[in-house]
């Protein structure tokens, strides 16, 4: 069975928005099944700003947790008069009105330019019931996303982005060894014929060697070995398969991806790929395999 996991769920808001509340609702309700976290760079980076606060990384770091797309992002904007009216309920110990304010209307306008990204839940209303059941709604599905779900997800995301390329856009998916949704026949995509075949058997090529000894040491791999690799210069650059933990990790690497023409094949055939590794290697007892990847360029060609 496939698995999209969400790494971390990102609560995003002014101050007195209700994240703290909904936080507690929701692993109250979930007996705290996911990693609920209280603000992310994206806070940092608007207070930063706001509080003219020098940090020259800042924005790579909100970059690069916002493009792990096994995060969620929930935002929440309330109406400003709940947001008042919770303030002369409980104060704050350090904003007055006219400062939470001004943190509400910085928060209004990035919440307008990150709710238009497929991980970004927003969440408008006061009600923690209805916020809660929406969340649950939105992880559970997320986490049910098939391979082609996941090219759609990608798609959406980049086309999203003002230059239409997301660098370094990487995410990670698990399967319990099952890989119920392997299709052999992707390696008769047209045009790709030749590349994937080419890729796949000097992966297994390479694999099959180290473990007979066939290599610059004459020295015979077990499935702990860190030589299982196959590197190139075309779009599919890089894949490393490493045995640790109970798990079988494959890293892939793209340098180039067309997410809206190319990629949902990619993905396909590598995650094929993957089980021809699963199936090659003596890996008893593995608990999942672990597909990691990164696309240091995911675009969109006009």
Same mark, same amino acid.
């Given at each position: 069975?496939?698995?999209?996991?969400?790494?971390?769920?990102?609560?995003?808001?002014?101050?007195?928005?209700?994240?703290?509340?909904?936080?507690?609702?929701?692993?109250?309700?979930?007996?705290?099944?996911?990693?609920?976290?209280?603000?992310?760079?994206?806070?940092?980076?608007?207070?930063?700003?706001?509080?003219?606060?020098?940090?020259?990384?800042?924005?790579?770091?909100?970059?690069?947790?916002?493009?792990?797309?096994?995060?969620?992002?929930?935002?929440?904007?309330?109406?400003?008069?709940?947001? /008042?009216?919770?303030?002369?309920? #409980?104060?704050?110990?350090?904003? %007055?009105? =006219?400062?939470?304010?001004?943190?509400?209307? +910085? @928060?209004?306008?990035?919440?307008?330019?990150?709710?238009?990204?497929?991980?970004?839940?927003?969440?408008?209303?006061?009600?923690?019931?209805?916020?809660?059941?929406?969340?649950?709604?939105?992880?559970?599905?997320?986490?049910?996303?098939?391979?082609?779900?996941?090219?759609?997800?990608?798609?959406?995301?980049?086309?999203?982005?003002?230059?239409?390329?997301?660098?370094?856009?990487?995410?990670?998916?698990?399967?319990?060894?099952?890989?119920?949704?392997?299709?052999?026949?992707?390696?008769?995509?047209?045009?790709?014929?030749?590349?994937?075949?080419?890729?796949?058997?000097?992966?297994?090529?390479?694999?099959?060697?180290?473990?007979?000894?066939?290599?610059?040491?004459?020295? /015979?791999?077990?499935?702990?070995? #860190?030589?299982?690799?196959?590197? %190139?210069? =075309?779009?599919?650059?890089?894949?490393?398969? +490493? @045995?640790?933990?109970?798990?079988?990790?494959?890293?892939?690497?793209?340098?180039?991806?067309?997410?809206?023409?190319?990629?949902?094949?990619?993905?396909?055939?590598?995650?094929?790929?993957?089980?021809?590794?699963?199936?090659?290697?003596?890996?008893?007892?593995?608990?999942?395999?672990?597909?990691?990847?990164?696309?240091?360029?995911?675009?969109?060609?006009?």
């Amino acid at each position: 069975m496939l698995y999209f996991p969400c790494e971390s769920v990102f609560f995003e808001g002014p101050d007195c928005s209700g994240k703290t509340s909904l936080i507690g609702k929701v692993h109250d309700i979930t007996n705290y099944r996911w990693h609920l976290l209280d603000r992310s760079y994206i806070s940092r980076e608007l207070f930063a700003s706001m509080y003219n606060r020098k940090n020259p990384f800042i924005r790579s770091f909100s970059q690069k947790e916002f493009y792990n797309l096994n995060n969620k992002f929930v935002m929440l904007l309330p109406p400003w008069q709940e947001i /008042k009216r919770r303030y002369d309920v #409980r104060g704050d110990e350090i904003h %007055n009105l =006219s400062s939470l304010r001004k943190v509400y209307d +910085m @928060f209004d306008e990035e919440h307008r330019k990150k709710v238009i990204f497929p991980n970004v839940i927003e969440l408008i209303g006061s009600n923690i019931d209805v916020n809660a059941g929406i969340l649950l709604r939105e992880l559970e599905s997320m986490e049910s996303l098939t391979l082609r779900d996941i090219s759609e997800y990608i798609q959406k995301f980049v086309e999203k982005c003002h230059t239409k390329e997301a660098p370094g856009l990487n995410f990670t998916i698990y399967d319990d060894g099952a890989f119920l949704e392997d299709d052999p026949d992707v390696m008769f995509t047209k045009g790709e014929e030749a590349y994937y075949k080419s890729i796949k058997q000097e992966t297994l090529k390479k694999i099959s060697n180290e473990i007979l000894g066939i290599n610059e040491y004459n020295r /015979k791999q077990d499935m702990f070995s #860190r030589r299982f690799i196959h590197t %190139n210069d =075309s779009c599919i650059s890089f894949i490393h398969a +490493m @045995f640790r933990d109970g798990n079988l990790n494959i890293d892939f690497v793209l340098r180039s991806s067309d997410v809206k023409n190319t990629f949902h094949h990619d993905l396909k055939f590598l995650y094929h790929l993957s089980k021809c590794v699963y199936s090659s290697l003596p890996c008893d007892n593995i608990e999942f395999i672990k597909m990691r990847f990164t696309l240091n360029s995911a675009h969109i060609l006009d």
